[in-house]
T-cell receptor, first 110, second 116 residues
Framework: GQSLEQPSEVTAVEGAIVQINCTYQ??????LSWYQQHDGGAPTFLSY????GLEETGRFSSFLSRSDSYGYLLLQELQMKDSASYFC???????????FGKGTTLSVSS | DAMVIQNPRYQVTQFGKPVTLSCSQT?????MYWYQQKSSQAPKLLFH???????NEADTPDNFQSRRPNTSFCFLDIRSPGLGDAAMYLC???????????????FGQGTRLTVV
């Protein structure tokens, strides 16, 4: 099966940088995804890492180390609107089901 | 343009009264999922369809059923809703890509179910 561990809460101030870590155990691994979800909204896709290294998309970056079964989401120049839950996720071995970690609630204050 | 559409956005049902939630997609993806998400929790996968093949998660209660009459539509039926079934229900789709796994799931806006 799949299990993913991430911190439950992170707090930061506007303009800061925050890193949300995720460790995973999977039977069969294709890549690590990150999703953002605002209160009352649907999860929205942020990034996907299939290979080791850093992927950068604007203020957000995601990193993967397959040998360590570890990844992180890096959020830079934090804004109030970044306050949300962030989930790491992997597909199952068959590639047919997306399994989420428990989520990290990010609170950004001014 | 919305690609995964869930109706209704809000649903109130009576305890024990069957209710059906709907999902449609314009992406032509062959995988469709239903998730249940309770407050401050992660989405929990209930089941998914790969084309017409139905896959039930082991811990999904029998009270929850699903139908997929065609590629575009998928329904979640709750036969006898209990108070504990109040949650956000999320529909999502994905399509496998080489070398075998999709990279992204596309979510609808969800249906918030209230049981009274």
């Amino acid at each position: 099966g799949q299990s993913l561990e991430q911190p439950s809460e992170v707090t930061a101030v506007e303009g800061a940088i925050v890193q949300i870590n995720c460790t995973y155990q999977t039977s069969g691994f294709y890549g690590l995804s990150w999703y953002q979800q605002h209160d009352g909204g649907a999860p929205t896709f942020l990034s996907y890492n299939a290979l080791d290294g850093l992927e950068e998309t604007g203020r957000f970056s995601s990193f993967l180390s397959r040998s360590d079964s570890y990844g992180y989401l890096l959020l830079q120049e934090l804004q109030m609107k970044d306050s949300a839950s962030y989930f790491c996720a992997v597909f199952n071995q068959a590639g047919t089901a997306l399994i989420f970690g428990k989520g990290t609630t990010l609170s950004v204050s001014s | 343009d919305a690609m995964v559409i869930q109706n209704p956005r809000y649903q109130v049902t009576q305890f024990g009264k069957p209710v059906t939630l709907s999902c449609s997609q314009t992406l032509n993806h062959n995988v469709m999922y239903w998730y249940q998400q309770k407050s401050s929790q992660a989405p929990k996968l209930l089941f998914h369809y790969y084309d017409k093949d139905f896959n039930n998660e082991a811990d999904t209660p029998d009270n929850f059923q699903s139908r997929r009459p065609n590629t575009s539509f998928c329904f979640l039926d709750i036969r006898s809703p209990g108070l504990g079934d109040a949650a956000m229900y999320l529909c999502a789709t994905s399509a496998p890509s080489p070398p075998g796994a999709p990279t992204e799931a596309f979510f609808g806006q969800g249906t918030r179910l209230t049981v009274v």
